[in-house]
């Protein structure tokens, strides 16, 4: 069974920054893409950013810049940095694992709450 627990979400000021931790237990195959997605109030979620086990990197467009995602394979740790931060990037952000099994399936964490505020 695979498990996802996220951490650090906390409420910001304009301009501040945040670091997200997401920490994945359970065996995890190669290949597998660790993944940050977010979801404000009604809004659909989206992708924030995306890193494969082989350190491939991808952004959303509003994040680019601003963001860093990274991983740490030996202890299946997938982080998400996140600088000048606005009042948009307030959402419920959220950890995601897809590995290959007979198919690509995807695990998800419960997510934790980032609030920035003036």
């Known amino acids: 069974q695979v498990r996802l627990v996220e951490s650090g979400g906390d409420l910001v000021q304009i301009g501040g920054s945040l670091r997200l931790s997401c920490a994945v237990s359970g065996r995890i195959f190669s290949p597998n893409v660790m993944g940050w997605y977010r979801q404000a109030p009604g809004k659909q979620r989206e992708l924030v950013a995306s890193?494969?086990?082989?350190?491939?990197?991808n952004y959303g467009d509003s994040v680019k810049g601003r963001f860093t995602i990274s991983r740490d394979n030996a202890k299946n740790m997938v982080y998400l940095q996140m600088n000048s931060l606005k009042p948009e990037d307030t959402a419920v952000y959220y950890c995601?694992?897809?590995?290959?099994?007979?198919?690509?399936?995807?695990?998800w964490g419960q997510g934790t709450q980032v609030t920035v505020s003036s």
């Open positions: 995601k694992v897809s590995m290959v099994l007979d198919t690509w399936k995807d695990y």
């Open positions: 890193i494969g086990n082989s350190g491939n990197e």
